[in-house]
């Protein structure tokens, strides 16, 4: 075995980004349903890690309700397992501060600043949105900055709404009227969830190359769509019992 054999070869990035609704509409059981939810994804997003030599998954959660907040700290993104081993159930009270949200994605999206400094790059980030109400705050001027970023434009952006959420907001955000899911049922939401963060993730964590968001030849929808297709395709996974320990 050569000198070179014994260097482990540094992943790139797979960002899973989680920006969640913790209104006061969500309390009771929606926000039970979303801990649960992330509790559950979390130990999938390890085992991905375990079976990928190429790409590695790191994980940032924001909430907003009278502001928008970063769980898991604004200086990086983390490992699923540390954010496993700290896990806080989150809690739900107060406004919709989608456009807050919004804004601080914009920035975290960024090389210079923010989540996507990994020297050895990144392949398409996961942008994962929940809501059950319309925004309390400007939500379009926040989403209009967030589009003029590349990062955006090449991420994976997919969305649940539920209850009373305003879908077409959702649909504004992810581009793509497939990516948006809805239920009115907190168990169904628990599966929802699930199911579209793990498909979503699987389809940004198989990439090939690193991304250029500056990569003019980049289809910007193309990952959305491709995670679209596979929403679709796996679709049956939703239709099981919502009782199933999954």
């Known amino acids: 075995m050569g000198m ?5 070869i540094s ?3 797979c960002p899973v980004i989680f920006l969640l609704d913790t209104s006061g509409s969500m309390s009771g059981a929606p926000i039970g349903a979303v801990n649960a939810a992330i509790e559950g994804v979390l130990p999938e997003l390890i085992s991905m890690n375990e079976s990928n030599a190429d790409n590695e998954i790191k994980v940032a959660i924001m909430t907003f309700d009278f502001e928008a907040q970063w769980v898991t ?5 983390v490992a699923p397992e540390v954010l496993k081993a700290n896990w806080i159930d989150l809690n739900a009270d107060g406004l919709t501060a989608m456009g807050a949200a919004f804004s601080e994605l914009n920035k975290k999206l960024s090389v210079s600043h923010g989540f996507m400094k990994r020297a050895t790059g990144s392949v398409a980030p996961v942008l994962f949105l929940l809501s059950d109400g319309d925004p309390t705050d400007d939500f379009q001027a926040g989403l209009q900055e967030l589009k003029k970023n590349n990062w955006y434009k090449v ?4 969305a649940i709404g539920y209850g009373d959420s305003n879908d077409d907001v959702l649909r504004e955000f992810t581009g793509n009227n497939e990516t948006v899911l809805h239920t009115n049922d907190p168990k169904d939401l628990k599966k929802m969830i699930h199911f579209v963060a793990i498909t979503s993730s699987k389809v940004a964590s198989t990439g090939s190359n690193a991304v250029s968001p500056d990569d003019n030849s980049i289809d910007p929808d193309d990952n959305t769509q491709k995670t679209a297709n596979a929403l679709q395709t796996q679709g049956n996974v939703l239709n099981a019992s919502p ?3 999954w």
């Open 243 to 245: 009782d199933e320990d």
């Open 4 to 8: 070179l054999d014994k260097i482990q």
């Open 73 to 77: 700290g604004e200086n990086d993104l």
């Open 155 to 158: 991420a994976v952006r997919v």
């Open 11 to 13: 992943r790139r990035m």
